[in-house]
């Protein structure tokens, strides 16, 4: 019997625990989603500043979520797109946090094969790049031997 309810009190913690955990995700779900409907109000034609801001608090919200990833994503695009004149560096600075905090994405090889466009020629992190994305497995033979130094 003192077996039976230390497991029914330790599935009721688990629960509990889950239960919290879930109310936390929706929490940050909720407004991350708040977020994006505020950066589509704007349009992307909108002030890029405050496009930038947006989503700056969507990573800063979403940390290790799918949301947060694309916020990355997206922000690196508005620094190549969205402002006067294009902000490259910033716009790789936004894929190798992108890389750091999702290494084991499904975005990876993509977020690799950005920064290897976006950086210079001569520069040695693209090369060390290129060279992951030669040995890279997953990667279609065809597309790791696509890369020359």
Known sequence: MKKFLVTILFLLVIFV?????????????REAFALRVELNRIGSS?????????????????????EGENAYWDLADLYLDGFPEEMRQEAIEMLELCLRAYPNSIRTAMTKCKLVELYDVKNSRRSELIKQLQNDKNLPAVLRNSFKN
């Open 46 to 66: 909108g002030d890029p500043f405050e496009r930038e801001a947006i989503l700056q608090k969507i990573i800063d919200i979403s940390k290790g979520t799918e």
């Open 17 to 29: 625990t889950n239960s919290f955990a879930a109310e936390k995700i929706s929490d940050i779900e």
